[in-house]
């Protein structure tokens, strides 16, 4: 596999919030997370883009202090996690990839008692408890029974808590995953005013367009190890030739009765769908759009409205590996 890592070029003189030394985390033989190193600085959004399994949740949980690591360590606001791990800890906030909530509680009740475990009391409680419900949209739903909100409002609850206590770092895994739009907007709103206002966040994902919408800096991970970070644009130039050919996808008005994972078959090329729209990586550059186009029009897949996209992350990631990140 390439390792092509592009070197850091900005440091903007203030000291990390974040920085993750040569982590190692092992289950038995299998290492879920193989020496990975990156730094986050005050203010930034900072991206880890990797496919599942690839150790991403392994990574939060050990920058969370909720898993010892085999070698290296984490330092959080100067305060290491091997010989500070309570003082690192004040300064984190975690949204964990699963649902950690009361269901039988409504939304402000699971926030009060997640406020108070977090040390907050009275009015202090109760501006941090309307601001965070604010500013993931749930102001008007405050009163309402969590198991009787939808899989994105919880997502939003659960962020939400995370956000009590003002952490100056954030550790959001994969907040996005399997919810409506509407939700999906309302986070990544959330993330930016978060961002405007200061609060350092790391995002995992295995969205690339999320990554690419919020982050400057991303770490791409794949088996265990950051196999490419740095600046987006660097870390895109990395894809060398590739490019995505972008086509309108509509199997209910008779665009074929494949699915994604058939096309790729067909075609022996990366494929996803994604918003009504095929999404075909060209390793090679714009220069097999042609035979590609022809391939697709013999499956009774109309191309027009077609577009060729410069490289993006989801590019990288199979210039890198030979493989889909979504796969
Ligand atoms: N408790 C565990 N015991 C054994 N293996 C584990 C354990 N937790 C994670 N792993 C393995 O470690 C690897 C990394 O898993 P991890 O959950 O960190 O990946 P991820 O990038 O978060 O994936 P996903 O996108 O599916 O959430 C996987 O191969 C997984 O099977
Ligand atoms: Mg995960």
Redesign the pocket.
């Known amino acids: 596999m390439t390792q092509a890592t592009v070197e850091r070029t900005e440091t903007g003189g203030e000291p990390p919030v974040l920085a993750v030394r040569d982590l190692v985390?092992r289950?038995?033989h299998?290492t879920?997370?193989d020496r990975v190193s990156f730094t986050i600085y005050p203010g930034e959004t900072f991206g880890l883009l990797?496919?599942?399994?690839?150790?991403?949740?392994?990574?939060?949980?050990l920058i969370a202090g909720l898993l010892r690591p085999d070698g290296g360590d984490v330092i959080v606001c100067g305060h290491s996690l091997r010989t500070a791990r309570r003082l690192a800890q004040r300064h984190l906030g975690v949204v964990p990839?699963d649902i950690a909530l009361y269901p039988e509680l409504t939304a402000v009740q699971n926030m009060n008692y997640f406020a108070t475990l977090r040390g907050l009391f009275g009015a202090e409680r109760r501006r941090q408890v309307e601001e965070a419900l604010e500013l993931v949209g749930l102001t008007e739903h405050a009163g309402q029974r969590v198991e009787r909100f939808s899989g994105g409002m919880k997502r939003r609850l659960n962020i939400a808590v995370g956000l009590l206590g003002r952490p100056r770092l954030l550790l959001l895994?994969?907040p996005t995953?399997g919810i409506d739009p509407q939700s999906r907007r309302h986070i990544l709103d959330a993330v930016r005013s978060l961002a405007a206002a200061g609060t350092t966040v790391l995002y995992?994902s295995?969205y690339m367009e999320e990554v690419e919408y919020l982050c400057r800096r991303v770490a791409i991970?794949d088996h265990?190890r950051i196999i490419a970070q740095g600046p987006l644009d660097e870390v895109r130039a990395l894809a060398g030739e590739a490019v995505v050919l972008r086509v309108p996808w509509r199997p209910a008005l008779g665009d074929g009765d494949m699915d994604a994972s058939q096309l790729r078959n067909v075609l022996q090329l990366p494929v996803e769908t994604v918003d009504s729209e095929l999404r075909i990586v060209l390793p090679t550059g714009a220069g097999q759009a042609p035979e590609v186009l022809n391939a697709l029009v013999r499956l009774g897949i109309s191309v027009d409205g077609l577009r060729i996209e410069a490289p993006n992350l989801e590019t990288v990631f199979l210039a890198l590996t030979g493989r889909a990140l979504r796969d």
């Open positions: 985390k289950y038995g299998d879920a997370v990797g496919p599942n399994g690839a150790g991403k949740t392994t990574t939060l949980a990839q895994d994969e995953v995992t295995h991970m265990g």
